[in-house]
T-cell receptor, first 113, second 115 residues
């Protein structure tokens, strides 16, 4: 069964450094999402992406965040200058359409020191 | 997004049925009711969804009240693997019938399954 994959599984970085989290969505999906979950808290929507542009973003997704689909398979989330409060699990998800079930990856645990 | 209310936690014994309730009294006519679950240390996983009629799939059943102000996710025989946080999410549509893509998660219900 096709699945969403994410790399790395765990990323440790120093405050102020740039990080790129990578996702490979399911191959015939057209809608891509990033969510995050701070330890012990609920899953929060960050951004949705379709047709090579952002379709919706939350207040969390400020100028420090960007997303890109650099080729036909990868979908990346970049944080330009990490803060301590960016420490969280980051989940990528994809769906065939905007109404379709979303399939989530296993997540990347980001730790900012 | 319309709000849902779920109990913080529930417990069940293995191989017994589990009924997980969700209240959504402000649901609009075009809102679909979705259920996702999150197993420990994993990403959320789709379980089931419905609009008005009860729905069944290989994982669970969804019973929707006639007035749509509440719904119940039914796991017919709980297993240890079903221990997870279960999220009831309303997924709205705009006037054109297109879903707003994002999922808005609440705190969910922590289901504990005892052997």
């Amino acid at each position: 069964e096709p699945e969403v994959t994410q790399t790395p599984s765990h990323q440790v970085t120093q405050m102020g450094q740039e990080v790129i989290l990578r996702c490979v969505p399911i191959s015939n999906h057209l809608y891509f999402y990033w969510y995050r979950q701070i330890l012990g808290q609920k899953v929060e929507f960050l951004v949705s992406f379709y047709n090579n542009e952002i379709s919706e973003k939350s207040e969390i997704f400020d100028d420090q965040f960007s997303v890109e689909r650099p080729d036909g398979s990868n979908f990346t989330l970049k944080i330009r200058s990490t803060k301590l409060e960016d420490s969280a699990m980051y989940f990528c998800a994809s769906g065939r359409t905007s109404t379709d079930t979303q399939y989530f990856g296993p997540g990347t645990r980001l730790t900012v020191l | 997004d319309a709000k849902t209310t779920q109990p913080n936690s529930m417990e069940s014994n293995e191989e017994e049925p589990v009924h997980l309730p969700c209240n959504h009294s402000t649901i609009s006519g075009t809102d679909y009711i979705h259920w996702y679950r999150q197993l420990p240390s994993q990403g959320p996983e789709y379980v089931i969804h419905g609009l008005t009629s009860n729905v069944n799939n290989r994982m669970a059943s969804l019973a929707i009240a006639e007035d749509r102000k509440s719904s119940t996710l039914i796991l017919h025989r709980a297993t240890l693997r079903d221990a997870a946080v279960y999220y009831c999410i309303l997924r709205g549509t705009n006037a054109g019938g297109t879903s707003y893509g994002k999922l808005t998660f609440g705190q969910g219900t922590i289901l504990t399954v005892h052997p």
